[in-house]
C-alpha cells in the first residue's frame, strides 16, 4: 500500500502512482466544507486517467463526527 499526500505540492504527482493500481482509496475531509468542491474537481480529474477506468475506487470522508455535532447544532438551535 502506497499513502500520497493531497497537498497541492503532492498533487502534480499523482499521475506518477496510478500505473499498476489495485485500488483506490480517496480520503476527503469532511469537516472542510470550503474545500469540498476543490476536492470534488480532484477527483474527477483524476478519474479521467484512463488507467483507473477499472478500478475498484473507495471515497472516505473522514471527520464526520465534527460534521454530525455541526449538523446537530444547527437542527436543534
Known amino acids: 500500500?502506497?499513502?500520497?499526500?493531497g497537498s497541492n505540492a503532492m498533487r502534480k504527482y499523482w499521475s506518477s502512482f496510478i500505473q499498476d493500481t489495485c485500488i483506490l482509496v480517496y480520503v476527503v475531509d469532511s469537516a472542510?466544507?470550503?474545500?469540498l468542491p476543490e476536492s470534488f474537481s480532484e477527483l474527477h480529474r483524476v478519474l479521467g486517467d484512463e488507467r483507473l477506468s477499472r478500478v475498484p475506487i473507495v471515497i472516505v470522508?473522514?471527520?464526520?463526527?465534527k460534521f454530525a455535532v455541526s449538523l446537530l447544532t444547527v437542527c436543534f438551535s
Do not use: I, S, Y
Open 32 to 35: 472542510d466544507e470550503k474545500r
Open 1 to 5: 500500500m502506497l499513502v500520497v499526500g
Open 61 to 65: 470522508a473522514n471527520k464526520q463526527v
